[in-house]
């Protein structure tokens, strides 16, 4: 079974085609919508001064000049808190490989003309190709010394042409999952039975890599919609066989309805 795939921004060479030697991006978190624009270049001008205008109203006409744009738009987001591996303290370190991007260098046919790489976005089987027209950075949550740990960058690609849809090999992609940060206060316990999950709150924590879910960090994302198993014995339900090998069946049991909520003061 393939893995989870993860959008990527490629550095391409001016012919569109991978760059040898070039800057691959695997981003933190797959975005969750993708905008694509097409747009036609059209220019006005009054009835008279081009064919199709009334004129003797004076009324525009549009004049189709035969140039044409698509463009991408996304969110990245990034935050060193939810690292597990190759940690950083500043989570710029992580939006620059994007802000690469953005960077102006020398042209292969002349080194004192200055282009952006171009790039393409590559995300399971959708591909684009273009030159990142807009970067808008927001940093959004910091740690006590005031490095920023979290941050959103929203991207703008665009090509001079109408693209046609190119598909790239299929593989399973999945968007962000919705995170909830946790406030000072907050525990594993207290946020699952805020979402009606008083019972399932072992399994979030599990979800999570929570070791202590009765302390938890003011801003920590947690998905309250993930649920790993619990280890630790055998559980029992009624009409559900037990044990290695031989097969028991409980019989019917009701319970009374029990609600049971942990919280921290």
Excluded: C, H
């Excluded at 790039?119 to 940093?139: A, K, M, N, Q, T």
């Excluded at 920023?148 to 690609?157: K, M």
């Excluded at 919609?225 to 559900?240: K, L, P, Q, T």
Aim: without cysteine; hydrophobic residues 40%.
């Amino acid at each position: 079974m393939t893995g989870l795939a993860k959008a990527q921004l490629i550095e391409l060479d001016e012919n569109l085609k991978e760059k040898t030697g070039g800057k691959t991006v695997t981003v933190q978190f797959n975005p969750d919508t993708l905008k694509v624009t097409f747009a036609n270049q059209l220019v006005e001008s009054q009835g008279g001064e081009s064919k199709g205008g009334d004129q003797s109203s004076g009324t525009k006409s549009r004049q189709f000049v035969g140039a044409g744009t698509t463009k991408l738009t996304l969110t990245l987001w990034f935050d060193v808190t939810a690292m597990t591996q190759s940690a950083v303290e500043d989570v710029r370190l992580l939006t620059g490989d994007v802000i690469y991007f953005m960077i102006p260098a020398p042209t292969a046919k002349d080194s004192n003309q200055f282009i952006p790489p171009a790039v393409r976005f590559s995300w399971g089987s959708f591909l684009f190709d273009g030159i990142v027209e807009g970067l808008d950075e927001s940093l959004e949550f910091f740690s006590p010394e005031g490095r920023p740990l979290r941050a959103s960058v929203n991207l703008s690609l665009t090509q001079k042409k109408i693209l046609a849809v190119e598909f790239g090999e299929v593989a399973k992609t999945e968007g962000n999952k919705p995170l909830s940060p946790a406030k000072a206060g907050d525990s594993i316990q207290s946020l699952a039975g805020d979402k009606g999950k008083n019972g399932g709150w072992q399994g979030i924590a599990a979800a999570n890599g929570i070791e202590d879910p009765l302390r938890l960090k003011p801003g920590q994302l947690i998905d309250l919609n993930a649920s790993a198993a619990v280890g630790g014995g055998f559980g029992v339900s009624a009409g559900a066989s037990i044990g290695a090998g031989a097969s028991v069946t409980v019989p019917q049991i009701t319970l009374p309805s029990v609600s049971t909520r942990f919280g921290v003061n």
